[in-house]
């Protein structure tokens, strides 16, 4: 039996690929390569000396979908595949929800019908909108302010339907917050389409003089420094928050919702000053206008993953700054 990774040479599913083939699961890759690289295959198999078979087929195509499920004997679904931009998706809204709405609801009817039961799916913490507090804990209001959000806040209640009306599905929804890093080997990592909009792709930018300075969007608001605070996590850490969540979804039906974050909020300075002391270069930057459409600060309490996934994330804000400057190194 094999798992499939949706969006596998993506820069999530990557390392969740890597993490999987050292747990010795046997895993069907399928992508589009709208925003990942074949290239990425052979690193896989440099870090894991193993290639995982990859099928170059869009969730759009249901007939590709079919195939890979007759040729396969799927037990198990990691659905990564999406378009992620939340700043993207406020000028092309129909690109997103027919790619990732469209996308899930043909992977979903395939995996029914091919009595395939067991999905993990990306979902984020945007579903949270502008949190009423922080820490935020799974149980929060849900309300969305972009439709890439929106997607996401969707697809978790075409998932919690999927189960009302078949009990033998097991689901399980993981809510990343801020994904950064890379594997330590500097093989894989994110590879931004086009400018970045996140912060550490752009650090690491000014830091190999692609771009002269950091553009910080505000310092007024009601953080510690004034600038925006978020729960950085590393990507391999959130990685083997999959295996875990795998191990929940095999052994209990239901739908099953997690936040993946460390539960500490660091502000866009001390990202700076980190990645500035870990890896001896200056940043250049600059305070301008508040980003349209951000919150001040975002956390997560992680508590419950702890107590029911046995996952607590290990790497620190030190090694997600270093590890994403040694992918940039490696990548020259
Ligand atoms: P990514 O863009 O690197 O990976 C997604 C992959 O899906 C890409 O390789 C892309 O080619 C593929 N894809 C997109 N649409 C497809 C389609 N219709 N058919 C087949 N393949 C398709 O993104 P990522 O950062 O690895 O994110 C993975 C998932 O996690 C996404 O669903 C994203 O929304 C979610 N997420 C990401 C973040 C983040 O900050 N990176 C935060 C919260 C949630
Ligand atoms: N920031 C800057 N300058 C930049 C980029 C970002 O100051 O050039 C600041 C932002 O204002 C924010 C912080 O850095 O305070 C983090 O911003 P990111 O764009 O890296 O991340 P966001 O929290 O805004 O959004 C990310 C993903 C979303 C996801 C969300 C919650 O981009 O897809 O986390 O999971 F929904």
Redesign the pocket.
Known sequence: MSVLV??????????TVVELINKGEDVVI???????TIE?LDKIKQITGVLPKFYK?????INSLEDIFTQNSIELVI??????SLTESIGIPLEYYN??IT?TLNLLKTMKKHNCKKII??????VYGLPKAVPITENFDLHTTNP?AT??LMIEQILNDLYISDNEFSICIL??????GAHESGLIG??P?GKPN?LLPYIVRVANGQYDCLNVFGNDYKTKDGTGVRDYIH?VDLAIGHIKAMDKVRNDIGVHIYNLGTGKGYSVLDVINTFEKVNNIKIKYKFVQRRPGDIGECYANANKAKEELNWEAKRDLEQMCKDSWNFILKSK
Do not use: M, Q, W
Request: hydrophobic residues 30%; aromatic residues 12%; negative net charge.
């Open positions: 949706t969006g596998g040479t993506g820069y999530i599913g990557s390392h399928l992508d589009n390569l709208s925003n990942s990425v087929v869009d969730l759009l195509d659905h990564f595949a999406g378009l992620k790619n990732n996308g799916f990306s979902s984020s913490a945007s890439y997607t996401k809510r990343y917050f801020n994904p950064i994110e590879i389409n996140n990507v």
